[in-house]
Protein backbone atom coordinates (compact mmCIF):
# COMPACT_ATOMS: atom_id res chain seq x y z
CA UNK A 1 0.00 0.00 0.00
CA UNK A 2 1.78 3.43 -0.65
CA UNK A 3 1.52 6.38 1.96
CA UNK A 4 2.60 9.50 1.13
CA UNK A 5 2.73 12.07 4.36
CA UNK A 6 3.94 15.54 3.86
CA UNK A 7 4.76 18.29 6.94
CA UNK A 8 6.08 21.57 7.73
CA UNK A 9 3.72 23.91 6.09
CA UNK A 10 2.44 27.18 8.21
CA UNK A 11 1.73 30.43 8.03
CA UNK A 12 4.43 32.75 7.86
CA UNK A 13 5.19 36.54 6.27
CA UNK A 14 6.43 37.24 2.81
CA UNK A 15 10.27 36.95 2.49
CA UNK A 16 9.91 33.77 4.64
CA UNK A 17 11.32 30.56 4.23
CA UNK A 18 9.95 27.10 4.73
CA UNK A 19 10.70 23.91 4.17
CA UNK A 20 8.26 21.33 3.39
CA UNK A 21 9.04 17.02 3.63
CA UNK A 22 6.90 13.80 2.31
CA UNK A 23 7.66 10.72 2.75
CA UNK A 24 6.95 7.73 0.83
CA UNK A 25 6.27 4.06 1.65
CA UNK A 26 4.91 1.24 -0.31
CA UNK A 27 6.88 1.41 -3.29
CA UNK A 28 10.60 1.18 -4.68
CA UNK A 29 10.82 5.20 -3.61
CA UNK A 30 14.61 5.75 -5.64
CA UNK A 31 13.14 4.28 -9.16
CA UNK A 32 10.68 7.26 -9.38
CA UNK A 33 10.19 10.68 -10.91
CA UNK A 34 8.79 12.56 -7.94
CA UNK A 35 6.94 15.90 -7.43
CA UNK A 36 5.63 18.91 -5.62
CA UNK A 37 1.89 20.11 -6.27
CA UNK A 38 -0.01 22.87 -5.02
CA UNK A 39 -3.56 23.95 -5.33
CA UNK A 40 -4.68 27.34 -4.62
CA UNK A 41 -8.40 28.37 -3.64
CA UNK A 42 -10.51 28.28 -6.60
CA UNK A 43 -7.58 27.01 -8.39
CA UNK A 44 -6.51 24.11 -10.44
CA UNK A 45 -3.44 21.82 -8.70
CA UNK A 46 -0.24 22.74 -10.61
CA UNK A 47 3.17 21.38 -10.83
CA UNK A 48 5.80 23.18 -8.67
CA UNK A 49 8.52 21.32 -9.27
CA UNK A 50 9.71 17.99 -9.91
CA UNK A 51 13.09 15.69 -9.63
CA UNK A 52 13.91 12.12 -11.77
CA UNK A 53 15.19 9.16 -10.09
CA UNK A 54 18.52 10.76 -11.28
CA UNK A 55 18.16 14.11 -9.58
CA UNK A 56 17.50 16.15 -12.34
CA UNK A 57 15.00 19.14 -11.51
CA UNK A 58 12.82 20.57 -13.29
CA UNK A 59 10.35 23.97 -11.67
CA UNK A 60 7.22 26.01 -12.62
CA UNK A 61 8.57 29.73 -13.59
CA UNK A 62 6.61 30.98 -10.86
CA UNK A 63 9.60 29.06 -8.51
CA UNK A 64 12.27 29.86 -10.20
CA UNK A 65 15.45 30.58 -8.30
CA UNK A 66 13.04 30.18 -5.15
CA UNK A 67 12.35 26.99 -4.46
CA UNK A 68 14.42 23.66 -4.18
CA UNK A 69 13.67 20.32 -4.28
CA UNK A 70 15.39 17.58 -3.11
CA UNK A 71 15.42 13.93 -2.14
CA UNK A 72 16.60 11.28 0.13
CA UNK A 73 16.53 7.80 -1.02
CA UNK A 74 17.84 6.50 1.57
CA UNK A 75 15.10 7.39 3.61
CA UNK A 76 12.59 7.59 1.02
CA UNK A 77 12.01 11.42 1.81
CA UNK A 78 11.41 14.56 -0.66
CA UNK A 79 11.98 17.91 0.41
CA UNK A 80 10.95 21.32 -0.99
CA UNK A 81 12.95 24.52 0.17
CA UNK A 82 11.02 27.53 -0.42
CA UNK A 83 12.44 30.87 0.06
CA UNK A 84 11.39 34.49 -0.47
CA UNK A 85 8.06 33.14 -0.22
CA UNK A 86 4.88 35.35 -1.73
CA UNK A 87 1.71 35.93 -0.80
CA UNK A 88 0.72 34.32 -4.53
CA UNK A 89 2.58 31.11 -3.28
CA UNK A 90 -0.50 30.50 -0.39
CA UNK A 91 -1.69 27.06 -1.14
CA UNK A 92 -1.67 23.26 0.32
CA UNK A 93 1.05 21.52 -1.39
CA UNK A 94 1.14 17.83 -2.26
CA UNK A 95 3.51 15.07 -2.97
CA UNK A 96 3.21 12.81 -6.01
CA UNK A 97 4.89 10.13 -7.41
CA UNK A 98 4.92 11.55 -10.53
CA UNK A 99 3.40 8.29 -12.65
CA UNK A 100 1.49 6.64 -9.59
CA UNK A 101 -1.78 7.82 -8.85
CA UNK A 102 -1.48 8.43 -5.21
CA UNK A 103 -1.86 11.75 -3.34
CA UNK A 104 -0.99 12.59 0.26
CA UNK A 105 -3.24 14.79 2.02
CA UNK A 106 -1.23 18.00 1.69
CA UNK A 107 0.25 20.54 3.97
CA UNK A 108 -0.85 24.22 3.85
CA UNK A 109 1.17 27.07 3.14
CA UNK A 110 0.09 30.40 3.93
CA UNK A 111 1.91 33.87 3.12
CA UNK A 112 0.35 36.76 4.09
CA UNK A 113 1.16 40.01 5.97
Known amino acids: QVRIVESGGGSVEPGSSLRLSCTVSGINFKIYQMGWYRQAPGKQRELVANITSSGSTNYADSVKDRFTISRDNVWNRLRLQMNSLKVEDTAVYYC???????WGRGTQVTVSS
Open 96 to 102: KVSSLPF
